[in-house]
């Protein structure tokens, strides 16, 4: 199968029917084999109803639906799980992706062999103050700080070869780092192709500014995860021995103090009554409770939960 195309949705019924007719279109003009995954992050309008109408008329049309909104990572660590196509497209229900940009992005990965491809909407029309400004200020936190080199880290137009999709874990918020992901599991060629943004047609965006603010700290997140995940000890444990080292020595300096001030006969205080004592214990104090938590986070990666992401209520055509 040439083309996986994966669109998680939150009550998009309005745009559909649209949706599905332009991809269909784009398919049959490029004569691909494909499959496309609608994965409903548990809409409350009639989204699901018009994915299963698809999945009767047309056998390769396939669909999720969650038993509750969990989350946009959660729909694609979903999709990602079902794909079985050579090429997996992700791209957002709202119609602001356009999908003639398929055939672009699927020459990109199987001829230019790129492992993922990301979309770069230059042109946007959105708010330059409630999302322009804001998005280029992510996207230049997330650059720095990933060194993965993309201007444009939200778009939700991507291709990746099958092989990166089953080779990353996606949680939590973590759908605009996927990018980052595939790099920290080894997928080295990632590109980049600029896209048409088109203004959204129907409905309202369903995220606000905070997105921006859980975004960073999604960032602050993956770096620690890309770092340290899966040697904890070796931050923690090193601030923990270094902390505790230093207040040992303050407190041995202070204690070393007074007993010099006792044998030659000078005025000296209680020891309880310097304040450098109370710093050299709190820091000793919070130098074991560090060392103690890289040594909780080694066992914790060794007994990962199994707890469920998210919860599928119905599928259809899998």
């Known amino acids: 199968m040439n083309l996986s195309i994966l669109i998680p949705l939150l009550n998009e019924e309005e745009s559909l029917k649209e949706l599905y007719t332009w991809i269909i279109k784009v398919m049959q003009s490029n004569n691909y084999s494909y499959e ?35 989350g946009k990572s959660q ?38 062999k790129f492992d993922l491809v990301s979309g770069w909407k230059k042109k946007r029309y959105d708010s330059v103050v409630a999302k322009n400004l804001p998005s280029k200020l992510f996207n230049w936190a997330a650059r720095k700080t990933s060194g993965v080199e993309l201007n444009d ?8 070869k099958n092989v990166v999709v089953k080779n990353i874990e996606v949680s939590g918020e973590m759908h605009r780092y996927i990018p980052v992901l595939a790099k920290n599991a080894g997928f080295a060629k990632i590109g980049e192709k600029v896209v048409i943004h088109q203004a959204r047609k129907y409905g309202e965006t369903k995220f606000g500014m905070e997105r921006f603010i859980n975004g960073f700290l999604d960032l602050i997140t993956i770096w620690f995860l890309s770092r340290f995940g899966k040697r904890p000890m070796h931050l923690f444990g090193a601030m923990g021995s270094v902390m505790f080292i230093i207040g040992f020595l303050a407190a041995g300096y202070i204690g070393v103090s007074k007993l010099y001030h006792m044998y030659t006969g000078m005025k000296y205080t209680l020891v309880t009554n310097n304040p ?12 074991t409770q560090l060392f103690l ?8 990666l060794r007994t990962k939960s199994n707890e469920a992401r998210y919860k599928v209520a119905r599928e259809v055509n899998f």
Request: glycine letters at 8%; hydrophobic letters at 45%; a negative charge.
């Open 293 to 300: 938590a890289g040594f909780l986070g080694e066992i914790i």
């Open 276 to 287: 450098w004592f109370y710093i050299a214990l709190t820091t000793m104090i919070l130098g």
């Open 75 to 112: 729909a694609l660590h979903a999709g990602f799980a079902k794909a079985k196509g050579d090429v997996i497209i992700t791209m957002d229900a709202d119609l602001q992706d356009s999908p003639d940009e398929i055939p672009e992005l699927y020459e990109m990965i199987i001829t230019q």
């Open 36 to 70: 496309i995954i609608f994965v409903d992050d548990g809409s409350t309008d009639n989204s699901w109803q018009i994915i299963e109408g698809f999945s009767n008329e047309n056998p390769n049309v396939k669909g999720i639906r969650f038993m509750k909104n969990f």
């Open 153 to 160: 880290f939200n778009c939700g137009l991507k291709a990746y």
